[in-house]
């Protein structure tokens, strides 16, 4: 399965990138030896020689990055593309701007003659992700999927924007159109990292989202790796759908039996057993949830045959991804603090995490320093009142000197935490922000912890904002 991608490596030239796009050059490309390796989709993503997506609907950049980017760019891929033909880049026009990324990050994946590493999940997926990448570059040279873009639309830009060069590459897949997703993919092995009820609003129960997010195994070829977490209950759901599509099942979890089974992590140090072989090593990235992410990614290195403690040796020096546990020291309002950045996205099991990996930090965090802010968890469905309920006991075992909580479902949880424990209840993020500073004291750890949607992502821009970074 590994291997590399050299004829192909500079991208396509401007023939293959039309046809591939199905699309046609209102402005042509002037240089023989034009190539663009990749499309830009956000912003944030973009890089010189990208081709910019135009603004078509929901899809595309919006026209002040393509107004930014432009003199930097390849061209501009455009459903109107006469809007553009006058700007001095080449233009290529296509019927449907979405089809054409989905048909751009086929032909990239046709063209790919590395090993594709597929990872879903409801929770863990893109740390998992850019653990993956980060311990095979032990064996190669290994690139993975930006943000969390895991929707057809999402793959298909970044598959057409991967290396080509590399020897693997690391897609995070999402549960919606799971067999669309998987037959862009295409991935030789594929982790599941752990089955919550985020999502529960739109899926029902964690049954029904293990069902879809099972369908992975839609589009790999007969032969595969599945690679499972045996811990969850779903797993012989998974397990049930691997075998039928003729993958070879790898388990890996706590409990014995597995093939990868995580023994022990004691502050940096994690100890794992792969097939029988014990493994230590240092964790860059602290809690227990992500030492079990690292175990999935050994287990996935092993069934790769590729050497466990090279790739594992790497892990010293991953960082967690902002708003996925990232640590910022910084000064805001004259105090220094220290924020862990858990904004992006949240559900039982990884706001149980978060206050985790908090308390077993131990006396590092004096009692005294330990201030929470906490968000709605949304789209659990009908037990999300009681699912935030149900956190008072963790929160209270973490013995917080200050607790600040926001979004409805966070109110009921507020009337019985902060009758005994200081803080305060906030309808919404925009309520919270003037008041935050005045909650601050000095040598604070600041854990922030929400669904995206919450917003309290503004909480740490607010702190690690250019004015108030250290």
């Known amino acids: 399965m590994i291997g590399h991608v050299s004829a192909t490596a500079a991208g396509w030239s401007a023939e293959e990138f039309a046809r591939a796009a199905n699309g046609k050059?209102?402005?042509a490309p002037a240089d023989g030896a034009w190539r663009t390796a990749g499309i830009c989709a956000e912003s944030t993503q973009f890089k010189p020689g990208h081709a910019l997506l135009a603004p078509a609907g929901e899809a595309g950049l919006k026209l002040s990055s393509v107004e930014r980017f432009l003199p930097r760019a390849a061209a501009i891929v455009a459903e109107s593309g006469l809007e553009y033909v006058n700007r001095g880049v080449p233009v290529l026009e296509v019927a449907n701007l979405r089809e054409a990324v989905a048909a751009l990050g086929t032909d990239a994946r046709d063209r790919f003659e590395g090993t594709v590493i597929a990872v879903t999940g409801s929770v863990g997926k893109t740390s998992t992700v850019a653990m993956a990448a980060h311990a095979l570059a032990s064996a190669g040279e290994a690139d993975r999927s930006r943000t969390s873009a895991n929707s057809p639309y999402g793959i298909g830009w970044n598959l057409a924007s991967m290396?080509?060069?590399?020897?693997?590459?690391v897609q995070e897949v999402a549960a919606a159109r799971m067999e669309t997703c998987s037959r862009l993919v295409r991935a030789h092995l594929a982790i599941v990292t752990a089955i919550a009820p985020a999502h529960a609003a739109r899926y029902g129960s964690t049954e029904r989202i293990a069902e879809l997010k099972a369908k992975i195994y839609s589009g790999m070829a007969p032969g595969g790796i599945a690679?499972?977490?045996a811990d969850m209950p779903e797993f012989g759901i998974f397990e049930a759908a691997a075998l039928a599509a003729q993958q070879r099942v790898v388990r890996f979890g706590s409990a014995p039996g597995s093939d990868a089974r995580l023994l022990s992590v004691e502050g940096s140090t994690v100890r794992v057993e792969i097939s029988g072989s014990v493994h230590a090593f240092e964790m860059g990235a602290p809690g227990r949830h992500m030492a079990m992410n690292a175990?999935?990614?050994?287990?996935?290195?092993?069934?790769?045959?590729?050497p466990v403690q090279a790739a594992a040796d790497r892990f010293r020096r991953f960082e967690p991804l902002r708003g996925r546990g990232q640590r910022s020291d910084v000064v805001h309002a004259g105090k220094r603090v220290q924020v862990w950045d858990e904004s992006y996205n949240a559900n039982p099991a990884s706001m149980r995490a978060a206050l985790q990996v908090l308390q077993d930090a131990g006396d590092a965090v004096p009692r005294a320093s330990r201030l929470l802010v906490l968000g709605d968890m949304l789209e659990l469905g009908a037990d999300a009142q009681a699912m935030h309920l149900a956190l008072e006991a963790d929160i209270r075992a973490l013995h917080p000197d200050r607790v600040l909580l926001c979004g409805p479902?966070?109110?009921g949880l507020g009337e019985r935490l902060l009758r005994d424990v200081k803080g305060q209840w906030y309808p919404d993020v925009q309520a919270l922000l003037p008041?935050?500073?005045?909650?601050?004291r000095e040598g604070d750890v600041v854990l922030v912890k929400s669904s995206n949607g919450t917003g309290l992502s503004r909480v740490v821009n607010l702190l690690l904002s250019q004015s108030s970074r250290n």
């Open 227 to 229: 690679v499972i977490n």
């Open 25 to 27: 050059w209102l402005v």
């Open 435 to 440: 008041t935050f500073p005045g909650w601050l």
């Open 295 to 306: 175990t999935a990614v050994l287990a996935a290195v092993a069934a790769l045959g590729l």
């Open 163 to 169: 290396s080509r060069s590399a020897a693997f590459w």
């Open 409 to 411: 479902l966070m109110q």
